[in-house]
T-cell receptor, first 112, second 118 residues
Framework: KNEVEQSPQNLTAQEGEFITINCSYS?????LHWLQQHPGGGIVSLFM???GKKKHGRLIATINIQEKHSSLHITASHPRDSAVYIC??????????????FGKGTHLIIQP | EAQVTQNPRYLITVTGKKLTVTCSQN?????MSWYRQDPGLGLRQIYY???????DKGDVPEGYKVSRKEKRNFPLILESPSPNQTSLYFC?????????????????FGEGSRLTVL
């Protein structure tokens, strides 16, 4: 069983809609990463979170460490936001967390 | 320009023929790592390195080797490739963060290397 679960797996929405992608994990972590992968394959980092909330442009990421849950929100969605969004976690260990475990990704399509 | 460079980008090879995928970064990052991406399985970590001469296994290290002799380079070696290693491979790097619980900072990915083993 994957220790990082994302939902939904697929999401199709209309331009302008508010989008929420969820990530849940089952063990203690030291940080959580949100990544974006466009068709054609390149991966870029959107956020790295260890607590609270971060905002960059129309993207907002939140994390609740106690509930082991993070959300990625996109406001005023646009067709260029169409991509796969991937959640990744640093599993915490006493000596520091270096390995990464990934969710399987959420495939988002924004229609004009 | 800050970047992570992988080579080759595309490769078709045959079972058993040793190959190396190179990864180089110009950001003086301590942390480097390799991942493979397969349909339905997502990204999985193969190996990572916190610094020169320090490497650790990820979730799927079998059939792979790595070395970290210099800070900027982290090659992935397939000594005897098999068809189940056909995949899309990504290298990534980041700063190693001191003082916090996480030692992995923002990740910078290479463009990917699509490997086919016949």
């Amino acid at each position: 069983k994957n220790e990082v679960e994302q939902s939904p797996q697929n999401l199709t929405a209309q331009e302008g809609e508010f989008i929420t992608i969820n990530c849940s994990y089952s063990v203690g972590i030291s940080a959580l990463h949100w990544l974006q992968q466009h068709p054609g394959g390149g991966i870029v980092s959107l956020f790295m979170l260890s607590s609270g909330k971060k905002k960059h442009g129309r993207l907002i990421a939140t994390i609740n460490i106690q509930e082991k849950h993070s959300s990625l929100h996109i406001t005023a969605s646009h067709p260029r936001d169409s991509a796969v969004y991937i959640c990744a976690v640093n599993m915490y260990s006493g000596g520091g967390a270096d390995g990464l475990t990934f969710g399987k990704g959420t495939h988002l399509i924004i229609q004009p | 320009e800050a970047q992570v460079t992988q080579n080759p980008r595309y490769l078709i090879t045959v079972t058993g023929k040793k190959l190396t995928v190179t990864c180089s970064q110009n950001m003086n990052h301590e942390y480097m790592s390799w991942y493979r991406q397969d349909p339905g399985l997502g990204l999985r970590q193969i190996y990572y390195s916190m610094n020169v001469e320090v490497t650790d296994k990820g979730d799927v290290p079998e059939g792979y080797k790595v070395s970290r002799k210099e800070k900027r380079n982290f090659p992935l070696i397939l000594e005897s490739p098999s068809p189940n290693q056909t995949s899309l491979y990504f290298c990534a790097s980041s700063l190693s963060l001191a003082g916090g619980r996480s030692r992995v900072g923002e990740l910078f990915f290479g463009e990917g290397s699509r490997l086919t083993v016949l």
